[in-house]
């Protein structure tokens, strides 16, 4: 039973999958620009939404920090970048595969 945690890497624009201490999928993401910054911290997995509609992409991983979630985004564009009010975006089919892998109350770390 793999043992799986999340580690975001703001600075890098990299979200880490673990299996305990191992690194078993590294994915490109976007964070939140300077006035609404993604808050560091550890959380943990709250929701799954597929399909939540509007600019949240396939899939809602909601934390358990209010209104803040690993989602995807309908602007691949955006991913590498600084542009989001706080949340992480992730390629569709990025979120779908992290989606399917992780249970709810998986750990997350964001760290700047």
Known sequence: MPKYRIIVDVANY?????????????????????????PPGNYTIVTKEPNPGGPFGAYWLGLSKPHYG??????????????????????????????SLVPLHTQVTIRN
């Open 70 to 99: 690993i989602h995807g985004t309908n602007d691949p564009s955006s991913i590498g970048r600084s542009v989001s009010h706080g949340c992480i975006r992730m390629y569709n089919e990025d979120v779908l595969q992290l989606a």
């Open 14 to 38: 990299q979200l880490h999958l673990l299996d305990g201490d191992a690194v078993v999928h590294t994915y490109p993401i976007a964070v939140g620009k300077m006035a609404t910054q993604t």
